[in-house]
């Protein structure tokens, strides 16, 4: 019998614990970076034991990859969804340049809302410019999928579209870098149309 003074423990199911670590490890990384977080500050903030966070992840850089396929994950989505509301009705195959615009535009709105997604992913790619680093190899990946992308999208519209896209996500990136050093103190979405409006002006 459990006396009136004494709580009876709660345990979280694993998909809420693994999200609840996950959610964390953005903050903590985002902070300071992989080399500067441990597995035993995230338990603390997680009111887990080492062992106990390290029986979802296994190990440190496990727990990195999953943090990053994840998000990954999430964005597929987010993308996914954002790309069926602007083609919504379109029976065209390729997106009009005002879709274009529209796509990139929605996932700066998208990322401007997650601060601390948007830090995570900064200092994560300066450090893994080091190819030792655990998630070198991701960030290589990403970029070069997010520049052929990019590069379709905008073909039919510039006569260099691998330029075209080289030089969008280095804004998009660049942008990103600035609003968080300015502590979000400008508006990155409108910002972000003055550069779009340059690269891909609208006839």
């Not at 080091?130 to 070069?144: I, L, M, V």
Request: glycine letters at 6%; a positive charge; charged letters at 25%.
């Amino acid at each position: 019998m459990i006396g009136a003074g004494t709580r009876k423990r709660v345990r979280a199911k694993p998909e809420h614990r693994r999200e609840q670590i996950l959610d964390e490890a953005v903050r903590l990384i985002g902070e300071l970076g992989y080399y500067g977080f441990t597995i035993q500050a995230l338990a603390q903030r997680c009111q887990l034991s080492n062992p106990g966070l390290l029986h979802y992840f296994g190990s440190k850089e496990q727990l990195l990859v999953a943090l990053l396929q994840d998000r990954d994950r999430r964005d597929a989505e987010a993308v996914t969804t954002i790309a069926g509301v602007i083609r919504q009705g379109d029976q065209e195959p390729t997106p009009t340049l005002r879709q274009v615009l529209d796509l990139f535009r929605a996932t700066v709105v998208r990322n401007a809302s997650q601060p601390e997604l948007v830090r995570l992913y900064a200092v994560l790619q300066a450090e893994a410019l080091n190819s030792s680093h655990p998630a070198h190899g991701y960030f290589t990946a990403r970029k070069a999928r997010t520049i052929a992308a990019f590069s379709q999208m905008v073909a039919p519209y510039v006569g260099e579209p691998r330029s075209t896209a080289l030089q969008l996500t280095a804004m998009m990136g660049g942008l990103e870098q600035e609003w968080l050093r300015a502590d979000q103190g400008f508006d990155i979405v409108a910002e972000w149309d003055r550069v779009a409006a340059k690269l891909l002006p609208i006839p």
